[in-house]
């Protein structure tokens, strides 16, 4: 079992971005959002002033950055979403990176979506009212991520 982190950041990335910040006690939605590109920076940022310091000292166990993965295929071509879904994980990688030393863990969408499920969501109280579904996305892929590593809850069942 991989070491729990204390908090997920976990970014759906698109023309609207999701981002989510879960602390994994509870597991608790400690923000959520859905964002514009030219945003994301500034969510992000907003986002990491919400890890108490106590735990920002210890950044590599107490935060684990995810992103959703995005393949380049020959259908990419015709996915008018394709370049802000690049440019958002440039974004999210660079900003994490430069300010707490972060690399991503990528997640396939499939993945995340066929385990949590809104229901899922909604069951521990993860869920963001409104938007198109990018912030629930993101949600999705936090959640995912700490049942990686272990994560269990009855109200999941």
């Not at 106590?54 to 590599?60: C, N, P, T």
């Not at 393949?71 to 440039?90: D, H, M, Y």
Request: proline share 4%; glycine share 6%; net charge neutral.
């Amino acid at each position: 079992m991989k070491l729990l982190p204390k908090y997920v950041i976990s970014v759906d990335p698109g023309l609207s971005t999701g981002l989510a910040l879960i602390a994994s006690e509870g597991p608790e939605l400690c923000d959520s959002r859905e964002v514009e590109v030219l945003k994301v920076e500034d969510a992000l940022l907003e986002m990491l002033t919400k890890v108490p310091a106590e735990d920002a000292a210890d950044e590599q166990h107490a935060l684990l950055f995810v992103v959703e993965k995005f393949t380049i295929n020959a259908k990419t071509v015709r996915n008018s979403q394709a370049p802000w879904s690049l440019e958002v994980i440039g974004i999210a990688r660079n900003t994490l990176w430069r300010e707490r030393g972060l690399t991503p863990v990528m997640q396939q969408p499939s993945d995340a979506m066929d385990l949590m499920v809104n229901r899922r969501l909604r069951a521990v109280n993860c869920w963001y009212v409104g938007g198109a579904g990018h912030a629930n996305d993101a949600i999705r892929h936090g959640l995912f991520a700490l049942h990686q590593r272990g994560w269990r809850d009855k109200r999941l069942l």
